[in-house]
C-alpha cells in the first residue's frame, strides 16, 4: 500500500519520505506529517477499538481532541500508551501500534461485547456485579479491567529524561492562530516580553488549514511571516510544542513542551519540559473545536468532524475518501464541501438540518435541506449513509459540522462559568477569568477570521497598555468575514440504531436518557455515571452533545442543565514530566558532613537522618553484626576515647544587646546570669506548655551566644526563634543567623578525651579541669593556628569536649583527630553508639521529645523557672499536665537479663491484660548496653517515679512480644555525673 | 603536627559547556553584618567612613573600591560583606573596618559558591531558578535569596552574563549536580 490518498498542496516537505510502521506494516509519509495524516494519505481508516464495545474506530479529527486515533507509541520502555495519532508529529522511524483489541485490528474477540450491548449499558457494572459481594475484588474487577481500557503501560521505568523550568513574560500568548499570532505581533513591536505557545509544531492554527486569505496571501504564507518576524524580535519566545495545560494564580501558567517527542531518539536530552510560565497579562487565543451530531451508527471509521477532513486535505495534502458526504447544521460545513471539491474529492452529498442553502454547493452533490443523516453502514469503514427523507448515499467519508465550541478551558480553572450564546449555539467565557486574562477569536466566540485577527490585535493592545507600554498601531491585515451562521442541532432523534455521544468512552444518546431516568441528571452526575466527558480527550468532541440530550430530558435549556467544571490538564500530562529530574535521589538534596569521605574510606555504613547522611557505626574487620561494631565503639568510648561528628545539629549564633534576655525568654530556664565562657543546658517550651527542643548554648561574649539544637528541629528551632525576635519582641535588639553549616564539630569523648585534645589545642591554652571544667567553652586555637571553638559539654556521660573548626578545615580536621588519638586507641562512633551511650546516660532525644511530653514527664519540672517569664510556662501549669498520675521517664530493664527489649512496647500491670485500657506509657528508647551487659530502655509510665522496682508487662502486640520489665533510674551509668566533671 | 589545610565544598570544581561555564569560587571570604537596632545610622556612617558607601537596600549590591568588600542587601537590618580571602580573620577584617557598629558573623565556610557565567548561563539557570533574571529584571549587581531544587540559594548578578550562586556547603553535591544537570540539559 502506498500513499493512495495523497493529493497535491498541503504544507508538507515531499523532498523528505520517512517511514513508518502501524501494526507492523511499514507505510510512508512525509516531513510535516502527523501519523494520522500519514495513516489517512496511506488509506488507513480503522486505526482502534472503541473503549467499551471494542467497535472499530478511525480517525475523526485532526487535533488534540481526538477520541479515537489512540495508539502505543514507540516500544518497551519508551512505550506511550493512548498517545493522540492526531497530534503524534511524523518522524523516520516511528513504530505505533493500535490499541484495546484481542487478536488482530480488523477482527478483535472482544467485539463480541457490541452484541452484548443490551446488558452494557451505563452503569452496569454497578447493577450486574453486586453478588455474590466476594466476587467483586477476586473475579468482576479484574476480568472488566482486562477487557475495558485503552492502552497498556509497558510496566518498565521510563527511560526518558524530563526536565522542569521557570518562565516569566509580559503577555503570554496562548495559542498561535490568527488572533494568537496577530496578539504576539500587536504585544511584541510595543516592546512587551511575549511567550507565543501552541500546541502544534507549525504555528499558524486555522490559517494553515484552510483557503481564506489574509493580508492578500494566503493564510498559511501570512502566518509564515507573521512567525519569521516573531522569531527574530529579542522580547519574543516561541513555543511551539507547547501546550500551556492550567491557569494557575497570580498569571502562573503550567505548559507541557514536547522537545523531542518529535524525534526518533532524545540522544540523553529531556523528552518533555514542564514549564511554569509568570506572566503579567495572558491573552487566551485558543481557537475553538469543531463538535459532532449524534446520529445512528455515526462511529463509524470514515465519519469524521468536517473542519478536521478539510485540515487533512488542505494542510496535509491526505484525502479521508474519495467520495465524500458533509452533514452540517451550519454554514461551515459549507466552506468544507468546497475546499474538498476544489481538492477533487467527488462530492457525494450536502445534508443540511436547517431548510434554506447558506451557501452554492459544488457540482454534482446532492443538496439535502431539512433533513438529516439516520444510519450508516459499512463496518470497518463507511459504505453509505442513509437520510432522514429515505435516501442512501454511498460514500466512504462522512464530514460532519455541528457547529464549534469555543475552547473555553482555561477560562474556567479559575471557577469561571462559561456562558451560552445563541448565536454560535456555544459557549463563552465568562466574566470572572483567571486575574490577568484576556481572550481573544474563537476561543471568545469570535468565530470569523476578520474577527479572529481584529480582537487578537485588541486585546493585545490593551494588555500592554495596561502594563505600561506604548502599543505600535499597526495596520490590521485584511482578511474576511466569512460565512459562519449555525443552528441549534446536537442530536438526531430517532429510534433507531445507537446514536454516540462520547466516542471515547462509548456513551449513547440512550445512555443520556438512562442518566436520566435514574435520577443523575445533575451534568457532574451524569459525567461519573456514564463517564461522558472522562479519559484522554475529556469530552472535547463529546460535551455538549451530552448535556443537549440531558437538557431536553429536563426540559430545560442547556445553559440552565450547565458544564461540567474545566479542570487542568487542558491535555494528558505524563506522570513523569510531572516528576521532571525528581526521580530516584534527585528526588530530595543529601547533605554532608565534611567528615563523610573519611568516614567512608572507614566503610562507614550511613544512616539518613532527615536531609543528612551521618555515619552509623564504623564496621571493623572481622566484624559481622552490626552490634559487634556498635559495642566495641560505646566501650572504647567509656574506656579510653571515641570521637563523633555532630555537625549535624543545629547552630545559630545570637547577637545583639538583649540577646541574653531573648534566651531568657525562649528557654524555660535562665539564661540572663550566664557567665561569659560558660555554656549551659537549656530546654526550650512551645507556647502551650509542651517541650519543643534541648540544646546547649554557650555564651562568647557579653552579646554573643551560640545556641545547638537538635539536628531534627534545626530549621524549626531557627524559625520559631525568628517568629520571636520579629513578631513577639520586635522591640529587643537581637540578631540571628545560622551557623550549622559554618563550623565542623566533633565530640571527643572518653576519659583519654582531654588528653587528645592536649595535642591538638595549641599549647597556650590550659585545658585542665581547673582551667577548663565542665561546660566551659571558649575560643582557642588548634593545629598551629587553625580558630576554633572548644566546648566541655556530654552527651556520653563522659568526661568529653566538642571542638569546632570552620567547615574548610572539617576534613583535615578528623583525620588529624584520629592521628593524634592513635595512642589512645581512638575510635571514630557512630549514631548507634552515640544513641547506646546517651540512653545508658538517660538523656533524651527526639524519642522523648516527642511534642506530647512536657518537662515535668521528662523529670526537668526544675528547669522551668518560676523566677521569669517564657514561652510556654504559663500553659505548662494547666492542671492536666501536672497530674499525680502523670508519666514520667524512667529505665527500664528486662526482668529475664538475657530478653531484648523493643521500642514502642506499651506498659500494663503484671495482673492486666494488654489492652488499651490498661496502657500506662509506652518505651521510647532501647538500646543493648555493652555496659551493663544487658538491654536497656527509656520509656514514659504513669506515676513511674514511686515504682522503682516495680515489674510491669512490656507488651509490644506488633511484634508478638510481651515481656516483662523493671522500673528503674534512667540514670543507667554514672548517674551522680562524676565521669563527665573529672 | 602540620596545619590543618583547607578543602573547599566542590575541590574546585569546573566544567565547560556550549558557552556556559560552571567554577566553583573558593577565594571568598563571607560576614554577615547585622545593624544594632536602634544604632542604624551609626553602622551606615562607619561603612560610608570606611568604605565610602551607602550600605545597599535588600536586592541589591555594591562594591567599595577595588579589594574592598562587595555589600550585599539580604534582608532588613542585615547584609553580607563578600570580598577576597586573606590571611586574617574576615570577621576581624571587618570588625577592623567598622569597630562595633554592627554585629558580624563569619559565613565564609556556610556555602559553597559556584559561578555560571557565559552566554547560555540564563538558560540553564531557567531550570532550577524560579526568579526572572532578565537583565531588565534583575540587572547586574542585583542580589536575591531564592530556593533551586528545594535547596536554598542566594543568587547574586556580577555580570551581564555572570552569576554567583551560594548553597549550603553540607548540600553542595546535590546543589551542583541540579546546576550541571541545568547545563547538560540545554546543550
Not at chain 2, 2 to 15: H, K
Amino acid at each position: 500500500m502506498s500513499q493512495t490518498h495523497r493529493i497535491d498542496g498541503g504544507l508538507l516537505d515531499r523532498s523528505r519520505a520517512l517511514r513508518f510502521t502501524f501494526n507492523g506494516t511499514s507505510l510512508e509519509g512525509y516531513a510535516g506529517d502527523t501519523l494520522a495524516s500519514a495513516l489517512i494519505a496511506n488509506g488507513v481508516k480503522l486505526v482502534g477499538r472503541s473503549f467499551k464495545y471494542h467497535r472499530p474506530r478511525g480517525i475523526f479529527t485532526a487535533g488534540s481532541e481526538e477520541p479515537n486515533a489512540l495508539v502505543t507509541l514507540r516500544r518497551d520502555g519508551h512505550g506511550e500508551p493512548n498517545t493522540r495519532a492526531t497530534v503524534t508529529e511524523l518522524f523516520d522511524g516511528l513504530v505505533a501500534s493500535s490499541q484495546n483489541h484481542r487478536g488482530p485490528l480488523r477482527y478483535d474477540l472482544m467485539a463480541v461485547n457490541d452484541y452484548l450491548a443490551p446488558f452494557l449499558s451505563a452503569g452496569f457494572y454497578y447493577k450486574t456485579f453486586m453478588w455474590p459481594k466476594a466476587f467483586w475484588e477476586k473475579l468482576y474487577e479484574p476480568v472488566i479491567r482486562s477487557s475495558a481500557g485503552l492502552g497498556r503501560l509497558s510496566g518498565k521505568a521510563d527511560p526518558d529524561i524530563y526536565d522542569k523550568g521557570f518562565l516569566h513574560c509580559d503577555i503570554l500568548i496562548i495559542g498561535a492562530g490568527p488572533a494568537g499570532l496577530c496578539a504576539a505581533l500587536s504585544a511584541a513591536r510595543s516592546g512587551a516580553r511575549v511567550i507565543l505557545a501552541d500546541e502544534d509544531f507549525r504555528f499558524g492554527g486555522r490559517l494553515n488549514t484552510e483557503t481564506m486569505a489574509v493580508a492578500g496571501t494566503s493564510g498559511a504564507d501570512w502566518a509564515q511571516q507573521a512567525v519569521a518576524e516573531l522569531a527574530s524580535m529579542d522580547n519574543v519566545r516561541l513555543m511551539p510544542r507547547t501546550t500551556i495545560y492550567g491557569a494557575y494564580d497570580h498569571g502562573i501558567y503550567g505548559a507541557l513542551e514536547r522537545r523531542t517527542d518529535h524525534l526518533a531518539e532524545s540522544a540523553g536530552k529531556p523528552r518533555q519540559v514542564l514549564w511554569r510560565i509568570y506572566s503579567k497579562r495572558a491573552i487566551l487565543c485558543a481557537g475553538a473545536t469543531e463538535r459532532s451530531i449524534a446520529f445512528g451508527n455515526n462511529d463509524r471509521p470514515g465519519i469524521m468532524l468536517a473542519g478536521s477532513v478539510r485540515a487533512y486535505a488542505n494542510r496535509w495534502a491526505a484525502l479521508p475518501g474519495k467520495r465524500i458526504a458533509v452533514f452540517t447544521n451550519n454554514d461551515d460545513g459549507w466552506r468544507t464541501a468546497s475546499d474538498l471539491a476544489a481538492h477533487g474529492a467527488d462530492i457525494a452529498a450536502i445534508v443540511d438540518t436547517r431548510d434554506r442553502a447558506p451557501l452554492e454547493a459544488p457540482a454534482g452533490a446532492t443538496v439535502a435541506m431539512g433533513a438529516y443523516v439516520t444510519d450508516t453502514k459499512g463496518r470497518h469503514g463507511l459504505k453509505s449513509i442513509t437520510l432522514s427523507n429515505g435516501t442512501t448515499i454511498e460514500c466512504d467519508c462522512l464530514a460532519v459540522s455541528g457547529g464549534w465550541s469555543p475552547n473555553v478551558h482555561l477560562t474556567c480553572h479559575q471557577r469561571d462559568k462559561p456562558q451560552w450564546r445563541d448565536d454560535i449555539a456555544g459557549f463563552v467565557p465568562g466574566p470572572d477569568l483567571p486575574v490577568g486574562m484576556r481572550v481573544a477569536g474563537a476561543a471568545n466566540g469570535a468565530l470569523t477570521l476578520a474577527a479572529a485577527l481584529r480582537e487578537g490585535h485588541e486585546q493585545a493592545h490593551a494588555a500592554a497598555e495596561e502594563l505600561g507600554f506604548k502599543p505600535a498601531s499597526i495596520a490590521l491585515p485584511a482578511a474576511e468575514d466569512e460565512a459562519v451562521e449555525t443552528s441549534a442541532f446536537f442530536h438526531v432523534k430517532a429510534d433507531g440504531p445507537r446514536a454516540w455521544i462520547d466516542l471515547q468512552n462509548d456513551v449513547t444518546a440512550k445512555d443520556v436518557k438512562l442518566s436520566h431516568q435514574e435520577g443523575f441528571r445533575s451534568v457532574e452526575h451524569l459525567k461519573r455515571y456514564t463517564t461522558l466527558g472522562m479519559a484522554t480527550d475529556q469530552g472535547k468532541t463529546a460535551n455538549l452533545l451530552g448535556l443537549s440530550v440531558m437538557a431536553e430530558c429536563n426540559g430545560r435549556s442547556i445553559p440552565e442543565t450547565g458544564t461540567t467544571i474545566f479542570r487542568p490538564p487542558y491535555t494528558p500530562v505524563a506522570i513523569g514530566a510531572l516528576a521532571g529530574r525528581s526521580r530516584g535521589k534527585a528526588f530530595r538534596p543529601t547533605r554532608l558532613t565534611t567528615s563523610h569521605k573519611s568516614a567512608e574510606e572507614r566503610d562507614a555504613v550511613f544512616v539518613e537522618a532527615g536531609q543528612w547522611l551521618r555515619a552509623q557505626w564504623f564496621p571493623e574487620k572481622g566484624e559481622t553484626h552490626w552490634r559487634e561494631s556498635v559495642d566495641r565503639e560505646a566501650v572504647r568510648v567509656r574506656e579510653s576515647v571515641g570521637i563523633c561528628d555532630v555537625t549535624t545539629l543545629g547552630k545559630i549564633d545570637i547577637q545583639g544587646r538583649d540577646a541574653a534576655e531573648f534566651l531568657n525568654r525562649v528557654y524555660s530556664n535562665g539564661f540572663a546570669k550566664l557567665p561569659v565562657g560558660k555554656v549551659r543546658y537549656g530546654l526550650m517550651l512551645r507556647e502551650d506548655g509542651m517541650v519543643m527542643d534541648d540544646g546547649t548554648t554557650a555564651r562568647l561574649g557579653e552579646n554573643h551566644f551560640v545556641m545547638t539544637t537538635t539536628t531534627a528541629n534545626a530549621v524549626s528551632v531557627f524559625r520559631h526563634l525568628e517568629f520571636c525576635r520579629q513578631c513577639l519582641w520586635p522591640g529587643l535588639d537581637v540578631h540571628l543567623i545560622s551557623a550549622t553549616e559554618q563550623w565542623a564539630q566533633f565530640a571527643v569523648a572518653g576519659p583519654h578525651s582531654r588528653d587528645l585534645l592536649r595535642k591538638v589545642v595549641d599549647p597556650e591554652f590550659d585545658l585542665s579541669n581547673e582551667a577548663f571544667p565542665f561546660m566551659a567553652c571558649g575560643e582557642v586555637t588548634v593545629f598551629d593556628g587553625t580558630p576554633s571553638r572548644l566546648f566541655r559539654i556530654s552527651f556520653s556521660g563522659e568526661l568529653a569536649y566538642e571542638i569546632a573548626v570552620p567547615a574548610r578545615y572539617g576534613d583535615a580536621m578528623i583525620r588529624a583527630l584520629m592521628d593524634v588519638g592513635e595512642e589512645f586507641g581512638v575510635v571514630p562512633y557512630g549514631t548507634e553508639a552515640l544513641s547506646v551511650l546517651r540512653i545508658e546516660k538517660g538523656h533524651p532525644v527526639a524519642n522523648e521529645l516527642c511534642g506530647q511530653t512536657t518537662a515535668r514527664d521528662l523529670g526537668l519540672e526544675r528547669m522551668v523557672s518560676k523566677k521569669k517569664d517564657c514561652i510556654g510556662n504559663t500553659l505548662s501549669e494547666r492542671s492536666h499536665l501536672n497530674r499525680e498520675d502523670g508519666l514520667a521517664l524512667m529505665g527500664f530493664a528486662p526482668v529475664m537479663r538475657n530478653e531484648h527489649l523493643s521500642a514502642g512496647a506499651h506498659f500494663t500491670s503484671r495482673d492486666k491484660p494488654a489492652t488499651t485500657e490498661n496502657d500506662e506509657g509506652w518505651m521510647t528508647s532501647v538500646a543493648y548496653s555493652p555496659t551493663l551487659g544487658h538491654s536497656i530502655g527509656l520509656g514514659f509510665i504513669a506515676r513511674g517515679r514511686d515504682r522503682v522496682g516495680e515489674i510491669v508487662q512490656a507488651a509490644d502486640p506488633l511484634r508478638g512480644k510481651t515481656i516483662e520489665v523493671r522500673i528503674v533510674s534512667p540514670h543507667f551509668v554514672d548517674p551522680e555525673g562524676e565521669r563527665q566533671r573529672a | 603536627m602540620p596545619r590543618l589545610a583547607p578543602s573547599s565544598p566542590l575541590n574546585g570544581f569546573r566544567q565547560e559547556f556550549d558557552r556556559l561555564e560552571i567554577t566553583e569560587i573558593t577565594d571568598l571570604a563571607l560576614v554577615s553584618i547585622a545593624s544594632p537596632q536602634g544604632r542604624e545610622a551609626e553602622l551606615a556612617s562607619a561603612v560610608s567612613g570606611a568604605y565610602g558607601i551607602a550600605l545597599p537596600p535588600v536586592g541589591s549590591s555594591v562594591e567599595a573600591d577595588a579589594g574592598e568588600p562587595r555589600f550585599l542587601g539580604l534582608q532588613p537590618g542585615q547584609c553580607f560583606a563578600l570580598f577576597e580571602r586573606q590571611d586574617e580573620g574576615p570577621v576581624d577584617i571587618i570588625a577592623r573596618k567598622l569597630s562595633d557598629a554592627g554585629y558580624y558573623t563569619d559565613q565564609s565556610d556556610s556555602w559553597a559558591v559556584l559561578r555560571v557565567s557565559g552566554t547560555r548561563c540564563r538558560e540553564a539557570l531557567e531550570r532550577i531558578c524560579p526568579l526572572d533574571l532578565h537583565p531588565q529584571t534583575f540587572v547586574t549587581g542585583a542580589v536575591a535569596r531564592t530556593v533551586m531544587e528545594h535547596l536554598g540559594v542566594i543568587i547574586f548578578r556580577d555580570g551581564e552574563d555572570s552569576f554567583l550562586l551560594l548553597s549550603a556547603r553540607s548540600s553542595a553535591p546535590s546543589f551542583l549536580h541540579a546546576v550541571v544537570t541545568s547545563a547538560k540539559n540545554i546543550q
